[in-house]
């Protein structure tokens, strides 16, 4: 069974479930301009293997790595093999340093960057991708007692998963300009913060501002005049409401849990949207109760 073979901040793990079942029943091509770590994506794969698939995400080293996991999987492996011993040969002092030395480097091969962007991830603080505005990785160590660097089968299995994927890093829109009527969208962008500290969206370095909603909102009706069928989750916010509100959209209210909060008390459910098309695309689809569903 494949999964995500990264822990990433806003991911969708709680919610692929409802979006796999949600989804239509035939797809041509899957398509996920904000892809993350991809949970929906494996979640679908699952249940359709070899689904046809357009991955992409704005962050060029992860959709490298993605491709290295698609295509060298093995000399991945034993890189983070390598990493692995490493680190845990070393005491608590010294996997700290570690740790700080990896963040420094900046390899010289795809296959080096893509065990570097694991392994961080694996070791530095709450599991987060974050960097700055020059672009470099800058999330503290994390202190894991035993952090799972090198999950070898799960590796596997997200390679032979992604062997129909095609991964990309090109901006939102032009992800979504491939889509054509019987294909599959899926948007999960960053979302609208709730407060004025919600706000993480350093996963590049470039920032989702209220413009940027405004633009994917016109994707989004691009797509529906089109007749691609698109589903879009974000956070239960007034101004994203007001973006799609009056559009025949159909417009649902999950409640979910975030994956990744320093704060345990942060972690409580909260309501998301879920927005889809389907009924202005001519596409006919069973009533899906999921209005009062706590995820999480």
């Known amino acids: 069974m494949s999964a995500p073979f990264l822990k990433w901040a806003g991911g969708k793990g709680k919610l692929a479930p409802v979006v796999a079942a949600g989804c239509p029943a035939s797809i041509v091509t899957y398509h996920e301009p904000f892809v993350g770590a991809g949970a929906v994506f494996f979640a679908l794969e699952q249940e359709r293997p070899g689904l046809p698939s357009r991955l992409n995400d704005l962050n060029g080293a992860l959709m490298e790595t993605f491709r290295v996991v698609r295509d060298d999987v093995e000399q991945l492996i034993e890189e983070l093999g390598r990493m692995a011993g490493e680190f845990f040969g070393r005491d608590a002092e010294g996997r700290k340093a570690y740790y700080y030395q990896v963040r420094a480097e900046d390899p010289a091969t795809a296959v080096g960057r893509a065990a570097r962007l694991i392994f961080l991830n694996r070791t530095g603080y709450n599991g987060l991708y974050r960097v700055n505005r020059s672009g470099r990785f800058n999330v503290p160590y994390g202190r894991y007692a035993n952090p799972r660097i090198l999950h070898t089968e799960g590796l596997r299995a997200a390679s032979q998963s992604l062997r129909n994927a095609e991964p990309t890093s090109v901006d939102f829109e032009e992800a979504c300009a491939a889509a054509r009527p019987g294909d599959f969208v899926y948007l999960d962008p960053p979302y609208q913060p709730l407060s004025a500290t ?6 590049t370095s470039a920032e989702f501002s209220q413009d940027e909603q405004r633009r994917l909102r016109d994707v989004f009706e691009d797509l ?7 589903m879009l989750s974000n956070s239960s916010h007034p101004f994203i409401r ?7 959209l159909e417009i649902r209210t999950v409640k979910m849990s975030r994956a990744i909060n320093s704060n345990g008390h942060g972690r409580a459910p909260i309501d ?11 596409l006919e689809m069973p009533k899906r109760d999921i209005d009062a569903v706590t995820l999480g």
Not at 272 to 282: K, M, S, T, Y
């Open 198 to 203: 919600s706000s993480f969206t350093s996963y």
């Open 272 to 282: 998301e949207l879920l927005i889809d098309n389907f009924a202005r695309v001519g």
């Open 242 to 248: 007001e973006l799609y509100d009056g559009r025949g």
């Open 224 to 230: 529906t005049s089109r007749g691609v069928p698109a």
